[in-house]
């Protein structure tokens, strides 16, 4: 069984301020996917970030950054200098690789609000 | 680039009632899968289909049945709809039968029974 933990609810910063989501999974599968999608609040669900498990180098893409520990089972995500266009749900999600069964499994999402 | 696309985007019904939304994936995607999003919930996925064939089953009620046409596209069919099934309902769609292959989402149908 997979299971993705997102211990953070709801997050709320200041403009300009770094924030950290946390993202914890549990899964018996050796090789796995991880994922970040941003849910806006006009409700659509948009990719950011794959991650498979053999691979862990953080990744940087502007203000984003991704930390993948495999020895933590955890895979944050960080907000550089956040923006008022942030405020989103972010869910992490976890797939499994090899095999058939390719469904993600979501965290419960952290809803980050950014005040100007 | 095109995307998923889901029809209709949003969709009023009656209990007891019945439903179809539709699924467009992205042009050479050949893999399906819906997903289920009740209000401040996370999706839970309900099915899938690589090929027009039925590729995985999760927690979809026995009233909802879905295929994958020729074309690629989806229908998800819900019947004897009840209040509870109200949720917003996303498509994604992939490249492949491998977890390589990023799952992109369509803007979902947001489904409200009374």
């Known amino acids: 069984a997979q299971k993705v933990t997102q211990a953070q609810t709801e997050i709320s910063v200041v403009e300009k301020e770094d924030v950290t989501l946390d993202c914890v999974y549990e899964t018996r599968d050796t090789t796995y996917y991880l994922f970040w999608y941003k849910q806006p609040p006009s409700g659509e669900l948009v990719f950011l970030i794959r991650?498979?498990?053999?691979?862990?180098q953080n990744e940087i893409s502007g203000r984003y950054s991704w930390n993948f520990q495999k020895s933590t089972s955890s895979f944050n995500f960080t907000i550089t200098a956040s923006q008022v266009v942030d405020s989103a749900v972010y869910f992490c999600a976890l797939s499994p690789s090899g095999g058939s069964n390719y469904k993600l499994t979501f965290g419960k999402g952290t809803l980050l609000t950014v005040n100007p | 680039a095109a995307g998923v696309i889901q029809s209709p985007r949003h969709l009023i019904k009656e209990k007891r009632e019945t439903a179809t939304l539709k699924c467009y994936p992205i042009p050479r995607h050949d893999t399906v899968y819906w997903y289920q999003q009740g209000p401040g919930q996370d999706p839970q996925f309900l099915i899938s289909?690589?090929?027009?064939?039925?590729?995985d089953k999760g927690s979809i009620p026995d009233r909802f049945s879905a295929q994958q046409f020729s074309d690629y596209h989806s229908e998800l069919n819900m019947s004897s709809l009840e209040l509870g099934d109200s949720a917003l309902y996303f498509c994604a769609s992939s490249s492949g039968q491998t977890s390589t292959d990023t799952q992109y989402f369509g803007p979902g149908t947001r489904l409200t029974v009374l």
């Open positions: 289909f690589y090929e027009k064939m039925q590729s």
């Open positions: 991650r498979n498990s053999f691979d862990e």
